[in-house]
């Protein structure tokens, strides 16, 4: 196998290396069945036993709360943005959007099309640097839930503590951190992620939420659409995507072997100070985006003096083997993305190579 790349893509992203060699130790054949996992009925008892693992697995990692149950849906976090509000904003509710950045407020541009909301609370004045604290965020009595995105991917911004809502149902959009660290999902009505981040490969979901949420009949809205439809059938309602699901297992398992979600923490915490140390000890060379105490884990924003020494730490950057380094097209500047798959080594290795760059440009 050739040299991996230091992978620091937004998403989809970097795999755990142990996870693609045993995926594709049975690829070809699974488990002596003939067949790749790929291949097989949906409706077997060999795929059903890989799709309720994972599910199984996704609970364990969380404690095994009481009253909660997990989904493997399609369609992406997009779709969610639009089946929430379908499932569960009721005639003569509102529902409240935390607005934190892109990610934010494209579920609450979805949530709108669909029924009453209101803006929770809104870092647009800082320019979404930060994410507010729990004394900004209004919570209405007459809320079906507040929504909020934990990690905005593409402004590099994470709650350090998720605000309290009370008796309305907090949910919380987990795509880019979901597992980065020790999670207390008894806070949440619901949280959902697309996996393709920190739990393997695009095309799955996962909604993890309370019971009484997901069982809830929308019968006005699309059978496909309605929570209550995949609870009910285990989420094998329609064909799910079987050798997603079973990446994902694969994944979870990972996490299970790094010392569950105190072991991820621990690496990512290393890898975020390593890389921040670096940006906050360049003298100004290297500037983070988001305030201190909103900084993320996951995704690390940081300008340059200008936005031409900028292109030229991506062109640069990219030539030596870093791969994903450009900040989204909608803020600019660069954006390491270091989630949990990403090597220490990889990190260590952007170090060098940013004070390198800052010594031949500074
Ligand atoms: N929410 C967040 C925080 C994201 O980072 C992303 C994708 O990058 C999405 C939602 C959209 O996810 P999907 O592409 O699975 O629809």
Known sequence: MGKRAYNFNAGPAALPLEVLERAQAEFVEFQGTGMSIMEMSHRGAVYESVHNEAQERLLKLLGNPSGYKTLFLQGGASTQFATIPMNLLTAGKTAGYVMTGSWASKAAKEAKLIGDIYTAASAEGDKFTRMPSQSEIEVRENAAYVHITSNETIEGTQFAEYPDTGSVPLIADLSSDIFCRPLDIEKFGMIYAGAQKNLGPSGVT???????????????????????????????????PSFSIYMVNQTLRWIEEQGGLEGVQEKNNAKAKLLYDAIDGSGGFYSGVAQTDSRSIMNVTFRLGSEELEKAFAKESEQQGFVGLKGHRSVGGLRASIYNAVPHASVAALVDFMSDFQKRNG
């Open 206 to 240: 996962v909604v993890i939420a309370k019971e009484e949420l997901l069982a809830r009949e929308a019968k006005n809205i699309p059978t496909v659409f309605r929570y209550s439809t995949h609870l009910s059938n285990n989420s094998l309602y329609n064909t799910p």
